[in-house]
């Protein structure tokens, strides 16, 4: 160890000595006095204690000394050569809590702009908190409100942040994530993407759907609302998942395969969630599955994707979805006679569920009824289910054990979205909503700590 080493060390040792001592002292005065010990309090205040502990060491680790002479300067960004100026210091929060970074600073003279190299290096450029504890921030920022990450940091991490630093954290490292993701969907359109060698998958599906994300003022401008002549006050949300099947049970009904699910999603038009998807299915081996499959509910923009990224999958319209519009035109058709609109439910659902669907558009289309507006509805629904039928062959799909519906994808709708997005009061930009999205997906996918990890590389 060189001078400046034990230097180092022996100021580490006594500040460790000094707390070790009054901590002693405290705890042992107080059995003394009251003759037991209260192991909450004493757990907390020894951690209290090893935080301080660790923080001294970290603010003489990161005292950074004047460089030599043959080391005072730094190539700048504009071409020009920076210059040593002096040292100067910064508070960064740390694992252990506040620590005082002392390091040198460089000045160009011919732009202006200063630097830090060995901020760069320590990965804390324009930052108020170490790697470590922007970690952290990431974790509790996508799994809850800020406030309540700011209380986790609190009582978890005995760390004192703000919500709007685990707010600005949580989406600068959600922002990074999908700037990256962006980067591979580029070259996953470009076709540049490596070829997966590896084991074939028996049956792989793509699932997607929408939903409304509450939004500012400012994002919904110009866009019409659910309720006719009312804005908007939500923007769609897209969300796509992956996952495998390899077994079904003694019935033939399919069983998912355990954590084999991953998630996707942003607020963008349809082609661009296409290509993200698109993305997601490539790393999960969509071109060595089996057997393909993609299930959505009847909208139009699913298919167009389905179309032109899936070509091959089966494609498989919701039963519940399906059954939903039966439903729902039942309820137009018989609002008051309720024995006769089960009757009827039987009759047409029955054909659906068998997958007779020209039958069942054959039955719409000779409903006879006086209101010209039921009686578009009626043709809209069975134009709904002639264009799908092919998607809605149930019996067919079932005999080769698959899912026919999409409860995964609607499920990971209110957990991956709702949850976290959908809570009293809540506004969210487009821009932070959609990078709390990919750090969430990122970390329910459990591909945060390999992103945290390659980000340095
Ligand atoms: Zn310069």
Same mark, same amino acid.
């Given at each position: 160890?060189?001078?400046?080493?034990?230097?180092?060390?022996?100021?580490?040792?006594?500040?460790?000595?000094?707390?070790?001592?009054?901590?002693?002292?405290? =705890?042992?005065?107080?059995?003394?006095?009251?003759?037991?010990?209260? =192991?909450?309090?004493?757990?907390?205040?020894?951690?209290?204690?090893?935080?301080?502990?660790?923080?001294?060491?970290?603010?003489?680790?990161?005292?950074?000394?004047?460089?030599?002479?043959?080391?005072?300067?730094?190539?700048?960004?504009?071409?020009?050569?920076?210059?040593?100026?002096?040292?100067?210091?910064?508070?960064?929060?740390?694992?252990?809590?506040?620590?005082?970074?002392?390091?040198?600073?460089?000045?160009?003279?011919?732009?202006?702009?200063?630097?830090?190299?060995?901020?760069?290096?320590?990965? *804390?450029?324009?930052?108020?908190?170490?790697?470590?504890?922007?970690?952290?921030?990431?974790?509790?920022?996508?799994?809850?409100? !800020?406030?309540?990450?700011?209380?986790?940091?609190?009582?978890?991490?005995?760390?004192?942040?703000?919500?709007?630093?685990?707010?600005?954290?949580?989406?600068?490292?959600?922002?990074?994530?999908?700037?990256?993701?962006?980067?591979?969907?580029?070259?996953?359109?470009?076709?540049?993407?490596?070829?997966?060698?590896?084991?074939?998958?028996?049956?792989?599906?793509?699932?997607?759907?929408?939903?409304?994300?509450?939004?500012?003022?400012?994002?919904?401008?110009?866009?019409?609302?659910?309720?006719?002549?009312?804005?908007?006050?939500?923007?769609?949300?897209?969300?796509?998942?992956?996952?495998?099947?390899?077994?079904?049970?003694?019935?033939?009904?399919?069983?998912?395969?355990?954590?084999?699910?991953?998630?996707?999603?942003?607020?963008?038009?349809?082609?661009?969630?296409?290509?993200?998807?698109?993305?997601?299915?490539?790393?999960?081996?969509?071109?060595?599955?089996?057997?393909?499959?993609?299930?959505?509910?009847?909208?139009?923009?699913?298919?167009?994707?389905?179309?032109?990224?899936?070509?091959?999958?089966?494609? *498989?319209?919701?039963? !519940?979805?399906?059954?939903?519009?039966?439903?729902?035109?039942?309820?137009?058709?018989?609002?008051?006679?309720?024995?006769?609109?089960?009757?009827?439910?039987?009759?047409?659902?029955?054909? =659906?569920?068998?997958?007779?669907?020209?039958?069942?558009?054959?039955?719409?289309?000779?409903?006879?009824?006086?209101?010209?507006?039921?009686?578009?509805?009626?043709?809209?629904?069975?134009?709904?289910?002639?264009?799908?039928?092919?998607?809605?062959?149930?019996?067919? %799909?079932?005999?080769?054990?698959?899912?026919?519906?999409?409860?995964? *994808?609607?499920?990971?709708?209110?957990?991956?979205?709702?949850?976290? %997005?959908?809570?009293?009061?809540?506004?969210?930009?487009?821009?932070?909503?959609?990078? *709390?999205?990919?750090?969430?997906?990122?970390?329910?996918?459990?591909?945060?700590?390999?992103?945290?990890?390659?980000?340095?590389?």
């Amino acid at each position: 160890m060189d001078t400046r080493g034990k230097k180092t060390a022996a100021a580490i040792h006594e500040e460790i000595a000094r707390e070790v001592d009054q901590w002693l002292h405290v =705890l042992f005065n107080g059995r003394r006095k009251t003759g037991h010990v209260d =192991l909450e309090a004493s757990e907390m205040m020894m951690r209290s204690a090893m935080h301080r502990v660790g923080a001294a060491g970290l603010t003489q680790l990161l005292r950074f000394p004047v460089p030599p002479a043959e080391q005072r300067t730094a190539p700048c960004s504009c071409g020009h050569t920076a210059h040593y100026q002096e040292l100067r210091s910064k508070p960064v929060l740390t694992a252990v809590g506040r620590v005082e970074v002392s390091r040198p600073y460089y000045l160009c003279s011919h732009c202006h702009n200063g630097q830090f190299p060995a901020d760069v290096a320590l990965d *804390i450029e324009h930052k108020e908190c170490s790697p470590g504890v922007r970690r952290m921030l990431a974790i509790v920022g996508q799994e809850a409100p !800020f406030d309540h990450g700011r209380q986790q940091m609190k009582s978890l991490a005995d760390l004192e942040v703000t919500s709007k630093a685990v707010e600005r954290t949580a989406e600068s490292i959600g922002a990074d994530i999908a700037a990256r993701e962006q980067q591979q969907i580029q070259r996953a359109v470009q076709l540049d993407l490596p070829i997966v060698m590896g084991k074939s998958v028996p049956i792989l599906y793509v699932l997607m759907d929408g939903t409304g994300v509450p939004v500012v003022k400012k994002e919904t401008e110009g866009r019409a609302g659910k309720t006719a002549g009312e804005p908007a006050h939500t923007r769609e949300a897209k969300l796509g998942c992956v996952f495998t099947q390899t077994k079904w049970d003694a019935e033939g009904y399919p069983i998912r395969d355990p954590d084999s699910t991953t998630y996707t999603g942003a607020i963008e038009p349809a082609e661009e969630f296409g290509k993200r998807l698109y993305l997601q299915a490539w790393n999960r081996d969509w071109s060595l599955a089996e057997k393909k499959v993609v299930i959505g509910d009847g909208a139009e923009w699913i298919w167009n994707i389905a179309q032109q990224h899936f070509p091959g999958a089966i494609q *498989i319209v919701d039963l !519940f979805h399906a059954r939903q519009h039966v439903w729902d035109l039942a309820r137009k058709l018989f609002p008051l006679d309720k024995a006769e609109r089960a009757r009827w439910i039987t009759i047409e659902q029955d054909d =659906l569920d068998k997958g007779k669907i020209e039958e069942l558009v054959c039955s719409l289309r000779s409903i006879q009824v006086a209101d010209p507006d039921l009686a578009k509805e009626i043709l809209t629904e069975a134009e709904y289910f002639a264009k799908n039928a092919e998607r809605m062959r149930y019996p067919k %799909f079932r005999e080769q054990h698959l899912f026919v519906g999409s409860g995964v *994808i609607e499920a990971g709708c209110k957990t991956v979205i709702g949850a976290r %997005f959908k809570q009293s009061g809540m506004f969210w930009t487009v821009r932070g909503a959609n990078a *709390i999205i990919a750090l969430r997906c990122c970390q329910m996918n459990g591909e945060f700590e390999d992103y945290w990890e390659s980000r340095v590389a």
